[in-house]
C-alpha cells in the first residue's frame, strides 16, 4: 500500500438480504484514495455508492474484504472503538442534512463536541468560528425550518467539521439542493480539500466532477473505467439466490 | 461524554417534548403520592400506638413473675395454680418464685439498677372519703420514692412512708356516692391531695360450711396524685410494701414468710431502654416469667412494619402501571428519533453514551414525576392530617376520653427521598429495554429509517 493512500481497499463486498434475495451492493471492490484528494464516486442508484461511503465511514461493516482509513484497519475495531473512529476521523454530510429540528444553527453544529468531552464555551467558540466560516453567521441562532435549503447544508459541513477530522464523506451533498446552492456547497467542499482534508463525496451528478482529482465510477458495486461505465447498463445486481 | 452535559442534553431532550412528559410523568405522580400517602399513614398508625405503649410504662422497666412450674417447665406461658403454702424454693421441681434471694439475684445482673419488689391487695377493699367511695387496685412497693417506678407526680410527692399512700390521676374520678338517688348530680371528683381516705377491708374465713366475713378499717393519707398516663398507675393506689404485707397477713389470719411465698412481682429497671429485651432473656433463662413495655413496642413495630409494606405494596402497583406508560413512551420517543439516533453514532456518540441519553431520559421522566409525587403526597397527608386531627377533636370534645393524637399521618424524613429514588429507579428500570434497543442500533440502519 503506498504511504499516499489515505484510503484503501480489497474484495470488498457486502450483501443486503431483500425480500428473499441477496443484493450484491459492493461485490468485491478494490479502491486506492489519495491522501488530500477530492474523489468523487459516480455511479447509477444502486451501483453501491452510498454503500461504500456507509461502510469507509463506519457506519456499517462489510460483509467480506479489508478496509483500510488513515492505517486503521476497520474490520478491527470493536462498536467502542468504530464510534471514536467515527468521531474524530470521519465528518459526513448527507443529503438530507440530517439536522436536529430543535435544535438552532449553533447547537447542531456544536452537537458532536458533546460526545467528545469538549467544555461548553469551547463548543461555543469553535461551532461560531465554523458558522462563521460558512457564512452563517447571521443565522446561528435560527433552527432548520427557518433556513434555506443550501443554509441548512452549510450547517451540516461546520457539523462535519467540528472534531477537525482528516476525511469528510459526503453523500450527494448536493442532491436536495438547486444549482446555486449546490454549486456553492461543492465550493465549499473545494475549499475542505485544498485545506488539507481528504473528500469523498457521492454523487450522480456529473457536473460536480470539475471540482474533483479523481473520479470513482461504479457499476453493479465495482469500480470500472469511464468506456464500461458509459456503455453499461444500470440495472441492480439481482441474483438469484436466497439468504 | 461529561456527566453535565449528559444532563443538560437528558434535560434539554425531555423539555422537546413537555406534553408527553407531563402526561407520563403524571402516572408516576400518583404512583408516588399514593406511596407516600399510604406509608405515611401506616405510620402515623405506629407512632400513634407506640406513644400510647409507652405512655402505659417507663420503657426500662421489666415486669418480673414468678413461675409457677407446669407441664412446660419455666418456660412454659401457662400458668395453672398458685402454690399458695408450698416449701421455700417450691414443691414442683420447675417453679420460680419471687424470694428475697431471688431480688439479689436479680439485683447483680449487668445493666440492672434497681428491683423493686412489689405485691397486691389481697382482702376486698373500698376507699372511702367522707360520704363517696371507690374501688381500685391496691398495689404494695417495696420501694421509698415512688418516682423509682419512672411514675411522674401531677401533686404531692412520691415518697411513702407507713400509712401515707400515692393515688392515681384518674382513682378520683371513680368516687361515687352509694346514696345517690336517680337524676340527682353526681358529685365532683374530689380533691383528695394531702386528705386522709378510709380503706374498708373486708376478709372472708371458711368456718366449716360457713364463709364468715370479717371487716376493719385503717386511715391512709393520700401524700401525691400521679399524672395521668393512660396506664395502670391511673387507677391503682400505691401504699408501702410493709403495709400491704399487714393487711395480706391479716386476711390470711397468717404471717407471710417471703421465702416460701415469694413476692406477687418485681419491677427490674434497666440502665437503658437498649438493654431491656437482652435483660428480659437473661430474666427467663434464670426461670422467672418477664415482661416488657419494650416487647410490646416490638411487637406493634413488627405488625405496623408489615403493614407499612403492604400499604407501599397497594402503592407500588399504581408505580407499576406508570413505570408501563415510561416503558411505552420511551419506546415511542426511540422510534420517532431514530434518525437522531443514526446522527448521534454517526458524530460519534458510543453505545454507552446513547444508552445514557436515553435511560437518563427514563430515569429524568420518574425523577420529575416522583418530586411531583412526594410534594403531592406530603401535601395530600397534610390535609388529611388537618381533617383528621379535626375530627378526632371534635369526638374528644363531644366523648371524652383520651386526648387525640399530636399527628394522624406522619411523614418520616427518609420517606420522600426514599420514593423520589424509586421512582426515579422504576424510571431506569422502565427505560432500560428501550435505551438497549437504541443504543445498539446500527447506525446506518437508524439513518435511513423512514
Known amino acids: 500500500m503506498a504511504e499516499a493512500t489515505f484510503i484503501y481497499t480489497r474484495d470488498l463486498r457486502k450483501i443486503y438480504p431483500m425480500g428473499g434475495w441477496n443484493v450484491h451492493a459492493l461485490a468485491g471492490l478494490d479502491l486506492d484514495v489519495k491522501r488530500n484528494s477530492l474523489t468523487v464516486v459516480m455511479g447509477p442508484s444502486g451501483s453501491g455508492k452510498s454503500t461504500l461511503l456507509y461502510l469507509l465511514g463506519g457506519l456499517d461493516r462489510p460483509t467480506s474484504g479489508e478496509i483500510r482509513v488513515n492505517g486503521k484497519i476497520l474490520e478491527e475495531l470493536d462498536e467502542n472503538a468504530l464510534a471514536l473512529y467515527r468521531r474524530h476521523t470521519v465528518g459526513f454530510i448527507f443529503q438530507s442534512f440530517n439536522l436536529v429540528a430543535s435544535m438552532t444553527a449553533l447547537e447542531n453544529v456544536a452537537f458532536p463536541m458533546r460526545f467528545a468531552g469538549i467544555p461548553r464555551r469551547k463548543r461555543k467558540e469553535r461551532a461560531l468560528e465554523l458558522l462563521r466560516q460558512v457564512g452563517l453567521e447571521k443565522h446561528i441562532y435560527h433552527r432548520p425550518t427557518e433556513l434555506s435549503g443550501g443554509q441548512q447544508q452549510r450547517v451540516a459541513i461546520a457539523r462535519a467539521l467540528v472534531n477537525d477530522p482528516p476525511l469528510i464523506l459526503a453523500d450527494e451533498p448536493t442532491g436536495n439542493l438547486d444549482s446555486a446552492s449546490g454549486f456553492s456547497i461543492m465550493q465549499l467542499l473545494a475549499e475542505l480539500h485544498q485545506s488539507g482534508r481528504t473528500v469523498l463525496m457521492v454523487t450522480h451528478d456529473s457536473r460536480m466532477t470539475r471540482f474533483s482529482t479523481d473520479i470513482i465510477r461504479l457499476l453493479d458495486g465495482r469500480a470500472v473505467d469511464e468506456t464500461e461505465y458509459d456503455s453499461a447498463t444500470t440495472l441492480p445486481n439481482l441474483e438469484g439466490t436466497r439468504p | ?450
Open chain 2, 1 to 450: 461524554m461529561r456527566f453535565w452535559d449528559l444532563l443538560s442534553l437528558i434535560f434539554e431532550n425531555l423539555g422537546r417534548r413537555k406534553g408527553r412528559v407531563a402526561l407520563t410523568a403524571i402516572g408516576v405522580v400518583i404512583g408516588t403520592a399514593a406511596v407516600l400517602v399510604l406509608v405515611s399513614l401506616a405510620s402515623g398508625l405506629q407512632r400513634n400506638a407506640t406513644q400510647q405503649l409507652v405512655g402505659i410504662g417507663d420503657l426500662t422497666q421489666i415486669q418480673v413473675m414468678p413461675n409457677y412450674g407446669g407441664p412446660n417447665g419455666p418456660m412454659g406461658m401457662a400458668v395453672v395454680e398458685k402454690v399458695g403454702g408450698g416449701g421455700g424454693g417450691g414443691s414442683t421441681p420447675n417453679q420460680k418464685l419471687i424470694t428475697p434471694d431471688s431480688l439479689i439475684e436479680l439485683a447483680a445482673l449487668p445493666g440492672v439498677t434497681a428491683v423493686i419488689p412489689r405485691d397486691y391487695l389481697q382482702a376486698s377493699a373500698a376507699i372511702q372519703y367522707g360520704k363517696l367511695e371507690a374501688y381500685g387496685s391496691i398495689m404494695g412497693v417495696g420501694v421509698a420514692d415512688l418516682a423509682d417506678l419512672g411514675l411522674n407526680l401531677q401533686s404531692g410527692t412520691s415518697k411513702l412512708a407507713k400509712g401515707t399512700a400515692v393515688i392515681g390521676g384518674v382513682m378520683a374520678r371513680n368516687f361515687y356516692d352509694p346514696r345517690q338517688r336517680p337524676g340527682q348530680e353526681p358529685p365532683a371528683p374530689p380533691d383528695l391531695q394531702d386528705k386522709q381516705v378510709k380503706l374498708v377491708l373486708t376478709r372472708y374465713v371458711q368456718d366449716g360450711q360457713q364463709m364468715i366475713e370479717t371487716k376493719k378499717t385503717m386511715q391512709v393519707r393520700i401524700v401525691g396524685v400521679i399524672a395521668e398516663s393512660r396506664g395502670e398507675s391511673d387507677y391503682t393506689m400505691y401504699m408501702p410494701l410493709e403495709d400491704v404485707t399487714a393487711i395480706n397477713e391479716w386476711a390470711q389470719g397468717r404471717r407471710i414468710n417471703r421465702m416460701r411465698d415469694g413476692y406477687a412481682m418485681a419491677v427490674v429497671k434497666a440502665e437503658s431502654v437498649d438493654q431491656v429485651i437482652d435483660l428480659a432473656k437473661q430474666i427467663t433463662d434464670l426461670g422467672y416469667q418477664a415482661n416488657t413495655p419494650q416487647s410490646y413496642v416490638q411487637g406493634v413495630n413488627s405488625f405496623f412494619m408489615v403493614l407499612q409494606v403492604v400499604f407501599g405494596g397497594v402503592g407500588a402497583v399504581a408505580l407499576l402501571v406508570a413505570a408501563i406508560g415510561i416503558a411505552n413512551t420511551m419506546t415511542m420517543a426511540i422510534l420517532e428519533r431514530t434518525r437522531e439516533i443514526g446522527l448521534m453514532k454517526a458524530v460519534g456518540a458510543t453505545n454507552r453514551n446513547v444508552l445514557s441519553v436515553f435511560l437518563g431520559e427514563a430515569a429524568g421522566i420518574g425523577f420529575l414525576g416522583g418530586l411531583g409525587g412526594v410534594l403531592l403526597g406530603w401535601g395530600g397527608g397534610q390535609v388529611l392530617n388537618i381533617l383528621a386531627l379535626s375530627y378526632l377533636a371534635g369526638q374528644t370534645a363531644q366523648n371524652g376520653g383520651a386526648p387525640p393524637p399530636s399527628t394522624a399521618v406522619y411523614t418520616p424524613l427518609w420517606l420522600p427521598a426514599f420514593a423520589l429514588l424509586f421512582a426515579t429507579l422504576v424510571g431506569v428500570l422502565s427505560g432500560l429495554y428501550p435505551a438497549l434497543r437504541a443504543a445498539t442500533l446500527v447506525p446506518v440502519n437508524a439513518l435511513k429509517y423512514e
